[in-house]
């Protein structure tokens, strides 16, 4: 049967767009299933849609396409159905060019099932959409959630649908208790999850892993005061949050009036999200409400055990208490959900072997959620539904045998087929220029020719010349799965389809201008394993690189044509529990493979005869407290306790960038025997400012000097699994007490410590009452205040 989704944005994040994507691929096995898109926002669609699925969007917002639709009179006008948000019109998230291009779509659509994703779309399918085929509504939220007035306007809705489906059985039973004299059939069929192709997550990193949008619902405010808790009685354990949204701003002040700024980290959004949560020994949901809770399902699909608060209306259908996660109660105030959530923690932080059980138990629970089961469910609605529908009958698949009800695992006869990975492609129709031809012949022909004009309509959509996935001279995009092994080895899988059929090689290529690349031999094509990938192996040892950022391309051999690698999936958990990456001699060679912003794969290296590893920072009352651990080929005696006793401590040293009479040192001392080399320095906030040569501002950047002797140790984070610091290890500034300038740590692009002076701009005039009482909320809240500092207050 033909099966379309209809989306808000196609193009975007977030859970709906995440279960469409997986349902949609599912069923493509079987049907031909189309996703159309109300609006587009960029080339391709930042979560990749099977191969199988068509991608087709209605109203282009892509400035540089010549079917840009952002100028349409239309498009700056209000929508005459419903807004969603209080700030849908002023974004031109609701227009009433959404509302043409919609009803159009709907009143000429030829399919078997239609599918809307959200209210509004649901309002349309339901005022738009004709009986030529079953409409089916799906709830991502609940019904409790929704505000009042779009709760009204989806409950009248609803009424027009055949189906209407919610991701929680709770929600269906509220659902239905609502609107008892709906006919309409109201279910629950939870969202798809696929397994991700990542290796699950053997526990042994200390860390939290928390990751969904950014809003007030999720309430991570909430899980940062829990850990809070947690991290005064295990300061070796992190968290990191994902996502982003609304909230971030909110958060951060909140994390750095906890002092967790180097212990807490806003991670930003990451796509694929499975091999972040792969990296964590638990999982953190502390939301007020979960429609159903995809990242639970996402986590325990990598072996992580979650802890979640007991909240409407998700996590208690998921997870069993106790076997595989934990459900933390909601107190009768916040003070006491937010102790019984930071327990809850804490029983799995303290115990390891609990953790490992709930680990296998986790992974079990996850396949219950897998695409196929939940596109068997669907099927089973969809044949129901088109039963009594003339003509409709002989299109409708059987029902699919062990794919009957919830409790139902697929057979073991099921026809499987190998899934093809991720293609980056155009979508195969654009609403622009060719889709406004469309609209017009169909309102020009009459209803009884359709069915003959449809192969010329199928030929105009394709356009002239599909696209191929080859790029130069007839080379494919190559595309990789990358993953660092037990032994630091990069284990580089490429598809095999994607590679050349002569003899090619791995050229990695440094950024550094002139540099020359280094060649690495790949397997042949024909050597590709029985899924389809060819494998190759790097080791430190017998691949050399110099410091800096390496593009990586696939290049042929016979005449150097080359194409940059797609980065599938990168994985780097194991960075957080390796060794560090020392040489025989003593050299620290680090090397951490990643995606860069365009899909790309790309590989940073650093390569240190001696190096200072930055293991906190701390902002006192008068200062920030470093530490650092010290790596390479020191001499073992410049290192021992009487070389130590002799030479003195060591010593900070910040160079400046631009005036050299900024320059200024200042003394450390030895914390750690000859094994452990570890110094802590203190940095006075005034320090800066007192040796700026009278600017107001300045910028350091930080090493250390061992012990006597100029030689100089640059301080920095290069070990671990983030190749780029400056967005995440972010400390807070320091005011110099009632004056303008501000002083602050940061990691640089090349995740060396700078220190920077800078001078805060004046507010505006109408401005400067309100900053006044802003920076005074922040000075009580900030380390120094809380230590009645005269002369210092930390900012956010």
Known sequence: MKIVFLLDNAYG???????????????????????????????????????????????????????????????????????????????????????????????????????????????????????????????????????????????????????????????????????????????????????????????????????????????????????????????????????????????????????????????????????????????????????????????????????????????????????????????????????????????????????????????????????????????????????????????????????????????????????????SRTPTSRRGGRARVERTVRRLTPRALFPALRPLVRTLRQGPGARRASGIKGLPRPLAHVRVEGDGALLVRLHADSLPSSAAVLSLRPQRDGAEPVRVPLPPRDRADADGWAELRLTRAEVELFEGRWDVYVERTSDGASQQIKALMVETARLLTLPEPLDPDGMLRSWIPYATGDGHLALRSWSRARHAEVTSIALGEHGYTLTARLYGTFPRPALSRRTRELCGGPVLVAVPRDNPRQAFEFPGRWDGDEENATVRMELPYELPAAFSDGCPEGVWDLSLRPGLGPERVRLGRVLGDLADRKKTDVTPRARLGDTDQVVQLYFSVNNNLVLTLKTLPAPKPEQAEQTEESATAADAQSPQSRSSSPSTSATA
């Open 13 to 423: 994040i977030g859970g709906t767009i995440r279960s469409t994507v997986n349902l949609s691929g599912a069923l493509a096995e079987r049907h031909q299933v189309e996703v159309v898109s109300l609006r587009r926002s960029r080339e391709e669609p930042a979560l990749a849609f099977d191969p199988r699925v068509s991608l087709t969007s209605l109203i282009d917002l892509r400035r540089s396409s010549p079917d840009y639709d952002g100028d349409d009179p239309d498009y700056h006008r209000p929508s005459e159905r419903f807004t969603e948000g209080r700030d849908h019109f002023e974004r031109r998230i609701a227009t009433r060019l959404g509302d043409l291009r919609m009803r159009e779509l709907l009143e000429n659509l030829e399919a078997d099932v239609v599918i809307g994703t959200r209210p509004k779309i649901n309002d349309y399918l339901a005022g738009y959409g004709t009986d030529r085929y079953v409409r089916i509504g799906q709830e991502h939220l609940t019904h409790s959630m929704h505000s009042d007035h779009v709760r009204t306007h989806q409950d009248a809705a609803l009424a027009h649908l055949d189906a209407f489906v919610t991701v929680s059985y709770a929600d269906a039973a509220d659902y239905r208790a609502a609107l008892p004299d709906v006919r309409t059939e109201i279910v629950c069929v939870p969202n798809a999850v696929p397994a991700p192709q990542v290796e699950p997550s053997d526990g042994q990193a200390k860390l939290i892993v928390a990751a969904g949008r950014l809003i007030k619902v999720k309430r991570y405010d909430r899980l940062l005061r829990a850990f809070a808790l947690v991290a005064d009685k295990h300061p070796d354990w992190t968290l990191r949050l994902y996502g982003r949204g609304p909230q971030q701003n909110v958060l951060r002040t909140i994390l750095n009036e906890l002092g967790l700024y180097d212990r807490a980290f806003l991670m930003g959004a990451h796509s694929p999200i499975e091999t972040e949560w792969a990296k964590g020994a638990i999982a953190a949901v502390s939301s007020d409400g979960e429609s159903f809770g995809m990242t639970l399902v996402e986590a325990m699909h990598c072996g992580v055990p979650v802890v979640s608060t007991d909240c409407p209306y998700g996590p208690g259908e998921i997870i069993a208490n106790g076997q595989d996660g934990l459900l933390a109660p909601l107190g009768e105030n916040e003070d006491v959900t937010v102790r019984a959530y930071a327990d809850a923690l804490l029983h799995l932080v303290e115990d390891p072997a609990l953790r490992s059980a709930m680990s296998a138990a986790a992974l079990e629970k996850a396949a219950r959620y897998c695409p196929q089961r939940i596109a068997g469910e669907y099927e089973n609605l969809m044949t129901r539904l088109l039963a009594g529908r003339p003509g409709a009958g002989a299109r409708a698949p059987a029902p699919v045998p062990g794919r009957t009800g919830a409790d139902t695992a697929p057979t073991a006869d099921m026809p499987r087929k190998r899934a093809a990975p991720a293609k």
